[in-house]
């Protein structure tokens, strides 16, 4: 009996990444992803499935190392300060050519929305559960007294999660960091209770 094959997945799921990220889902054919991957077509197949699995499994896999790398990042800082340094390690803190970019799963919303509903939906979802983030941030801030206490924090999620998503966005028009810093600063400033106090 033939012996499974092994595959190394995530070395899979970092050359999918790289090739979704740089070139969209659509863009990308099952033929970049063998080359990119070192993978036979039959491997592939045997290992994923399809090209759709593949994508769904990356955006899991892309998801789950993000949620892994914040965690080490943003573990220093309590309240207000903690929503800075989330927003740092996100937006500012990373290469000019992963800033430019932008980010997966927003280029992903963008890319499929009414094209590929349930690679969408994936996406959609990952981006909710950053909106639920910045929530966690906001009420941490709110119970140290950091935010200005007429400003409710559901809402102050929503629009601190569209705020990163356009800054994302910004990335990729080729923004410099020192003007997304200077953003982040104006949104941080604009929310903190140190002008109430």
Not at 79 to 92: K, N, P, Q, V, Y
Not at 159 to 178: H, K, N, P
Request: aromatic share 8%; glycine share 6%; proline share 2%.
């Amino acid at each position: 009996m033939a012996r499974p094959v092994e595959i190394d997945r995530d070395h899979a799921f970092r050359k999918a990444r790289e090739l979704f990220w740089r070139r969209g889902y659509r863009a990308t054919s099952l033929n970049d992803l063998l080359d990119a991957t070192g993978m036979g077509k039959g491997s592939f197949y045997a290992a994923f499935g399809s090209k759709e699995a593949l994508f769904e499994a990356t955006l899991d896999w892309y998801h789950e190392s993000s949620a892994a790398a914040r965690r080490k990042v943003n573990g220093s800082h309590a309240g207000l300060a903690a929503l800075r340094e989330f927003l740092d390690s996100t937006l500012i803190d990373v290469s000019d050519a992963r800033r430019r970019r932008g980010c997966l799963l927003v280029n992903t919303v963008v890319e499929l929305e009414g094209v590929e509903p349930g690679l969408h939906r994936v996406a959609k979802r990952y981006l909710q559960a950053l909106e639920q983030r910045c929530l966690d941030y906001l009420n941490e801030a709110r119970a140290a007294g950091d935010i200005r206490s007429h400003i409710e924090t559901p809402q102050l999620a929503a629009l601190t999660a569209t705020l990163l998503q356009g800054l994302r966005v910004d990335s990729r028009m080729g923004r410099s960091r020192d003007s997304l810093q200077e953003r982040v600063d104006a949104f941080l400033s604009l929310i903190s209770n140190s002008s109430e106090r």
